[in-house]
């Protein structure tokens, strides 16, 4: 008898050559969810652990012609929507998702990778808070992400709280706003997990500036848990104990000091 067909997650998301974050890192930690990884190339970096040195966006209709392909043959269980690049192809992922019956969507908004680089045109902003946040179950944003789509500052603890709030008003299921830019000097972190039941103060230990893909194995690993049936809220708390494993046996692949993660 045939087994039946595994849930498996798609990330739609930009490539990086250096093989740290985007696409590479998602399916590395849908490899080691044991989920099998399907992925829509929204853009490509050419890119290595000292910053990108040049971004290529596919045609509008191939990157559509990838998602619809993932979603006629597959059982797909989350989305997870990463570097969008501009609003001609964040517009594509609204109108594909919209034509599929509603699947949850982890929205991480990358907006500038570490190094400075810009990975999401201004124009772009729009269609984010207005197409792809309300369909999304999950909004991950750091806090400079969520000062661009929010358009205030994000000072403290209580502005980062406000903030959270206001994000889920913008139509999300539910907000992990990344505190990592808070406090710098601090041992620890704190993140804020706000959902229809308010928001839940989430602390864990720093984790080191010079590491790359941090953001996008979160979003993948709460992915890549929602596939495997966690509730939301669980799902986050084991995606940040994943990014803490796999950095544990980090290590820098290139000539500069930056760490990509260890997915085990
Ligand atoms: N490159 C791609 C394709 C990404 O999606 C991202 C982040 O999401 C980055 C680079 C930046 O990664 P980091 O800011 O962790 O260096």
Do not use: W
Not at 80 to 85: P, Y
Not at 178 to 186: F, I, Q, R, S, V
Not at 230 to 257: D, N, Q, W
């Amino acid at each position: 008898m045939q087994a039946p067909r595994p849930v498996c997650a798609l990330a739609i998301a930009g490539s990086d050559s250096g093989g740290g974050a985007g696409i590479q890192a998602d399916l590395k930690t849908f490899a080691a969810h044991r989920v099998h990884g399907l992925s829509a190339l929204a853009a490509l970096t050419a890119q290595h652990t000292r910053g990108v040195t040049a971004v290529h966006v596919p045609p509008a209709d191939f990157l559509r012609a990838q998602i619809d392909a993932c979603f006629d043959d597959f059982a797909i269980g989350a989305v997870k929507l990463g570097m969008l690049a501009n609003a001609e192809t964040a517009n594509t992922v609204a109108d594909a998702l919209e034509a599929r019956a509603p699947v949850p969507i982890v929205l991480d908004p990358v907006m500038v990778a570490t190094s400075g680089a810009r990975l999401l045109e201004d124009a772009a902003l729009d269609v984010l808070r207005h197409r792809l946040l309300p369909k999304s179950a999950l909004l991950t944003p750091n806090l400079p992400e969520a000062e661009l789509l929010l358009g205030i500052r994000i000072r403290d603890r209580a502005s980062m709280r406000a903030a959270s709030s206001a994000l889920l008003g913008c139509g999300a299921g539910a907000v992990l706003l990344k505190g990592g830019h808070l406090e710098e000097d601090a041992d620890t972190v704190l993140d804020l997990y706000a959902d229809a039941d308010g928001v839940q103060e989430l602390t864990h230990r720093r984790l080191p500036h010079s590491a790359h893909g941090t953001g996008c194995t979160l979003a993948s690993a709460v992915t890549a848990q929602l596939c495997l049936g966690l509730p939301l809220r669980e799902a986050c708390v084991a995606a940040t104990g994943y990014v803490h494993r796999a950095l544990a046996g980090g290590y820098a692949p290139g000539r500069s000091e930056v760490l990509v993660l260890d997915h085990i």
